[in-house]
């Protein structure tokens, strides 16, 4: 019973909400129709933990029923019916803690009963409630259910002459919220596409987004001075930079924008921009260049110091964990990265902070050049998903390599080659980037010991024509190794 539903909720309530949650059982207004505030008693005897041998239905049918003998359906009954007023206390915190949500409801009611008054105050309570807001998807959301509730409320008292601005303004929201959806659905598209071997047949978000006139748009928008001119140029150069990338003009216009205006945003909204902006830095500037890596590193210095790297809460993702660690690594800043391993491990889930530790130990040790520990630490990596297998393929590989262990190097590259073969579960465009690689350490070993310079120019040459490569820079600086030493 301790690894229960029921338990598993009562585990993530503070010491305020078991308190609120007793009176929560004890009101009438929440009854059941069984009285579970006895069960609920003896079980908070084990709050926080619940780690305990006694939660079993025996022990507490035995506390519950002295002297009765043991039924387990009754058990179950008492258990179920707890279970479910635990998640309707949730419903109630939920709603204590959303203002906006509790209003709706309320004037839902107001229309069914037709209480106009009470329609018309709450309406304009409501609108005092947005206006704090700051700007995300949520802020546009909850304006255009308010726009809609002003005309149900102008068909309710007969005043429809009255419906032409809401109307407008509804109609302008949805736009806005169109242009984000869009966009956000389609970076998200493109990750899956490229990386999860998502496979897209008909595309019909990408088809109108490529085929709308942004120009057109913001030129209008401009002219008429538009409150969220700058909300839609946004979007506007966020997919440019999606959709075409080459046109490096709108990653400068979108950074731009973001810089003048971001403080009117969300903390999420702010994160989610910051976070297309540097991905566009990752996957589209040429990462041998000093100065590119240096503006990556200090766009995620910025995102830490703001807080726009995490989500939920103060929770660090695993990919963007990663991401920030290795962009201190590019930049050379091996003591800021091993400051942020001490800060913020613990941002991530639980179950992955000591494998993500390891493997990002495992990540400074090879940057150091102190090759033996990088073994150590990626010997304790346990995978959670396949690009940590193929990333710890990667550098494992490299180790051999600096270890000069030419043998179990070839052998492991060749065990590759047939785990990329047999996972289908590997995008197309990662798997080619691998097996360049491979292809081309494998010939780098070969040349390890011949030195043919001629050989090695050539191969130098071939290596830097090709994009689709993983650890491109990693073979180019092998390759100037061997044409500076002499055979």
């Known amino acids: 019973m301790k690894n229960s539903k029921l338990i598993n909720i009562l585990k993530t309530f503070s010491p305020e909400e078991m308190k609120l949650f007793e009176k929560f059982l004890a009101s009438p207004f929440h009854s059941s129709g069984k009285n579970c505030t006895p069960m609920f008693r003896v079980m908070k005897k084990y709050y926080p933990e619940f780690d305990t041998d006694m939660i079993t239905y025996e022990n507490m049918h035995k506390k519950l029923y002295p002297g ?94 009255f419906k032409g601005d809401s109307t407008l303004k509804s109609a302008e929201y949805q736009v806005i919220l169109f242009l984000k959806m869009n966009v956000t659905a389609l970076r998200d598209l493109r990750i899956l596409e490229e990386y999860h071997n998502y496979k897209i047949d008909t595309n019909l978000p990408i088809e109108i987004a490529g085929n709308i006139n942004y120009d057109a748009i913001i030129d209008y928008a401009k002219k008429k001075n538009y ?67 240096r503006m990556v590193f200090e766009l995620n210095d910025l995102r830490l110091k703001e807080g726009l790297a995490f989500y939920p809460g103060d929770q660090l993702s695993k990919a963007i964990y990663l991401q920030i660690f290795n962009s201190a690594l590019r930049a050379n800043e091996t003591t ?22 390891c493997q990002v130990y495992a990540f400074l040790y090879f940057h150091t050049k102190e090759y033996p520990k990088v073994l150590d630490y990626l010997n304790k990596v346990e ?76 191969l130098k040459k071939e290596i830097s024509s090709i994009e689709e490569i993983a650890s491109k820079k990693w073979l180019l600086e092998k390759l100037e190794e061997l044409a500076g030493t002499e055979n």
Request: aromatic share 14%.
């Open 383 to 458: 995978f959670i998903d396949i690009m940590d297998k193929l990333q710890t393929r990667i550098l494992t590989a490299k180790i051999y390599y600096e270890l000069n262990e030419p043998e179990t190097l070839l052998h492991y590259v060749d065990a590759t080659k047939h785990f990329l073969n047999s996972n289908p579960s590997i995008s197309e465009i990662i798997r080619i980037q691998i097996h360049s690689f491979i292809k081309y350490i494998f010939k780098i070993v070969f040349l390890k010991e011949s030195r043919d310079q001629a050989e090695i120019n050539a």
């Open 68 to 161: 009765s003998k043991f039924n387990k359906q009754v058990m179950w009954n008492l258990s179920s019916a707890l279970e479910k007023l635990t998640k309707e206390f949730l419903e109630q915190i939920a709603l204590r803690n959303d203002k906006f949500t509790r209003m709706q409801l309320a004037i839902s009611e107001f229309r069914t009963r037709k209480l106009a008054y009470n329609y018309s105050q709450a309406l304009g309570e409501m609108e005092k409630v947005i206006e704090k807001t700051d700007i995300d998807y949520d802020h546009f959301d909850k304006k255009l259910h308010m726009e809609i509730y002003k005309q149900d409320y102008y068909f309710l008292t007969d005043k429809i002459q």
């Open 227 to 293: 409150e969220y001119t700058y909300l839609i140029e946004l979007y506007y150069h966020s997919l440019m930079m999606l959709l075409k990338p080459e046109q490096a003009g709108h990653v400068v216009k979108f950074r731009e924008l973001y810089q003048a205006h971001y403080k009117k945003l969300t903390v999420n909204e702010q994160s989610t921009m910051m976070h297309w902006l540097i991905n566009y830095c990752l996957y589209n500037l040429d990462l041998s260049k000093e100065e590119n890596n």
């Open 336 to 357: 800021w990265a091993l400051d942020f391993i001490n800060k913020y491990t613990v941002k991530l889930l639980p179950e992955f902070r000591e494998t993500m530790k």
